[in-house]
């Protein structure tokens, strides 16, 4: 039996489950992350806080503005300058929560025995990276389908690649968390959460962006059917009509229902706006929308 064909196995296994439907058992893992207590906490991403400012005063600011995190996008690769960026971003009351790794360059469904190399180097450099930090979560796009990768051999080989690098996330206390990107894969919420089912590791856990599936699903559906899978939330918003990229609640996300999905959950931790940056009004706009997106009802 070839890697093709085992994949396909494999994937059509999964999806006997997920034509059950409403049928399908899945297994709660323990939540993860720093929580407020009574609501989620709002974050952004380093790259949206202005670029003529210092590390301490882009720190400075998004709490001015009402951040209470931040998450950095890409590795960095110098030990002592994450420590040095993580302690900071503590100081300013803005810690540093995750790492935005990606894995788009090397994905670890490829085929190509050199790319999976550069994937998994990737990807724990992203892990020690957020340990210096003082993050606790790496986001990974888990799979790439393409022309070339079927859907079941990116389930399978993203599963058996992944699995090399969960006895560091153990040692390290950082997570994995697979997140629902414009990559062919993982097109449902009940396969998403199947998924990350199939790891049985509490160091693999989900990150659902509430703006990605506004094409084909909705974001509150996704957060129910993920739920205490979810390690972070990224917020995003989108108009079908036009396929457009909007600011947050200018787009068709249902908030007030998405509002109601995560308190059902019980999700308390880091929602992260993932736009473009701006000056200090702009920010300041941002964290007061999704202060109205909290305020809602539950």
């Known amino acids: 039996m070839n890697e093709r064909t085992a994949g396909r196995r494999e994937f059509l296994k999964a999806a006997a489950v997920i034509a059950a439907g409403a049928s399908l058992s899945v297994k709660p893992l323990p939540s993860r992350g720093q929580t407020s207590g009574d609501r989620p906490l709002k974050a952004c ?31 960095i690769e110098d030990p002592a300058k994450a420590k040095e960026l993580g302690a900071l971003a503590r100081q300013a009351g803005t810690p540093i929560h995750s790492v935005c790794f990606g894995g788009w360059h090397a994905p670890l ?27 606790d979560v790496v986001l990974l796009v888990p799979a790439v389908v ?15 690649n992944i699995r090399t690098l969960l006895p560091l996330a153990t040692e ?6 697979v997140e629902n990107v414009w990559n062919k894969f993982l097109l449902s919420p009940v396969e998403f959460a199947h998924y990350v089912d199939e790891f049985d590791h509490p160091r693999l856990r989900a990150y659902v962006d509430v703006g990605n599936m506004i094409l084909f699903g909705y974001a509150q559906d996704w957060v129910r059917t993920v739920g205490k899978r979810i390690v972070r939330i990224h917020l995003k918003d ?33 929602m992260t706006t993932e736009l473009g940056g701006g000056d200090e009004a702009y920010l300041t706009d941002l964290a007061g929308r999704i202060d109205k997106m909290i305020a809602m009802p539950t």
């Open 172 to 177: 390290l206390k950082v997570t994995i968390a």
């Open 109 to 135: 469904s490829d085929p190509r025995p050199e790319t999976i190399e550069k994937g998994l180097a990737g990807l724990e450099a992203a892990m020690r990276s957020a340990k210096a930090l003082g993050a």
């Open 238 to 270: 989108f108009k079908r009509e036009g396929s457009q990229w909007t600011n947050l609640l200018d787009g068709d996300v249902n908030w007030a229902q998405v509002r109601k999905a995560l308190a059902e959950i019980g999700y308390r931790s880091y």
């Open 45 to 75: 991403q380093f790259n949206m806080l202005p670029g003529n400012l210092s590390d301490a005063e882009k720190f400075a600011l998004a709490r001015r503005c009402g951040f209470e995190g931040i998450e950095v996008a890409g590795v």
């Open 146 to 160: 393409t022309e070339e990768v079927g859907y079941g051999e990116a389930y399978s080989r993203s599963q058996q």
